[in-house]
């Protein structure tokens, strides 16, 4: 089995200054470990989002990281795949230094816009699944 680019290059960049929108099925499934929404929901725009601790970092990375990796939001098993306004289809996020190891299906692609479809209620809607403010790797 590989390791993923996030492993290799032991990143977490992706998880600090992160906005990553959230499903519901996403949020019921981090419940169901024993988190409150509040504890790890917030919301801009109306949209649910992963909250940030005051260093800008996920609530949910420690040392480095993810504590809820086999749980963790679709949005964060796709990145650095992401959704752009303007271009309406999917691309990969130029601030991970290490997008072009990732490999990515048709599929992919596919269940990227399900997840824009269903969290903003619309086709390809001029949104990125990762807004970020720094840029980096997803962990793998
Ligand atoms: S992979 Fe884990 S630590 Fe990183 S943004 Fe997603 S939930 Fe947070």
Redesign the pocket.
Known sequence: MSTSPCLKHRC?K??IE?E?PLTKRDIQRIENLGFKEEDFVRYVDGIPV?KTKEDG?????EDG?????KY??D??RLYPLVWVKGIERATLDPHCPYRYEFRFTHKDVEKLAELVKEIYHHEGSGVTTKIRKTGGA??G
Request: one cysteine or more.
């Open positions: 977490s992706c998880c992160t990553m992963l970092s996920c609530v949910f990375l990281k993810c504590k809820i990796y963790r939001p949005g964060c997803k962990r």
